[in-house]
């Protein structure tokens, strides 16, 4: 029994103290700005710099995941939809109604991360729809890649800011 105790006063099991969510967060905004619509965005500054297989290479992994988003949200988009939103409204009543930190934790990971989605699905449908390649595709996935660092950056920010509180509000008012 002392030994449980030890190991959660070492271990906080609270989601802003604990490093994993921290390490989780980067992680996950890390590689979502890595991994444009699905293709690693050092597949476009390969193209761009060797051209030749390596754009065609770049057009086809960018023809088939644009292909795989759209039919994605032809055939479930509003269900995910509807299912995202009812997920998301779960996490704000849990996490800023009744205080259940995890929920909170959850909701500033998730929110951030549709935006991302939605932007995903508007993106590929521009590709699509404008068949865009060569410098006109890079120019769109360098776009596409700018717009979800600076969610990344506003959701990581926030994200600091409202576990900052939480966990000086705790400290101060012991609970």
């Not at 959660?8 to 590689?31: C, G, Y």
């Not at 800023?96 to 989605?117: D, I, K, N, S, T």
């Not at 508007?122 to 006109?136: C, E, K, W």
Request: hydrophobic residues 55%.
């Amino acid at each position: 029994m002392d030994w449980y105790r030890i190991v959660l006063e070492t271990i906080d099991m609270r989601s802003f103290s604990n490093l994993w969510f921290w390490i989780a967060l980067a992680v996950t905004w890390s590689s979502t700005s890595h991994w444009v619509l699905g293709v690693p965005f050092d597949m476009v500054a390969r193209a761009r710099r060797l051209g030749g297989q390596a754009h065609e290479d770049l057009e086809d992994m960018t023809r088939i995941n644009v292909n795989r988003i759209l039919f994605i949200a032809h055939e479930a988009g509003l269900w995910l939809v509807g299912i995202g939103c009812a997920v998301m409204t779960g996490l704000v009543l849990l996490g800023f109604l009744y205080r259940v930190e995890l929920a909170q934790a959850l909701f500033l990971l998730g929110f951030p991360m549709m935006m991302v989605g939605v932007m995903s699905v508007f993106t590929a449908s521009s590709i699509q729809r404008n068949a865009l390649s060569g410098p006109d595709l890079w120019k769109k996935l360098t776009r596409h890649r700018l717009y979800t660092q600076m969610i990344g950056m506003l959701a990581i920010f926030v994200t600091a800011l409202w576990g900052m509180y939480q966990n000086m509000s705790i400290a101060v008012l012991g609970g």
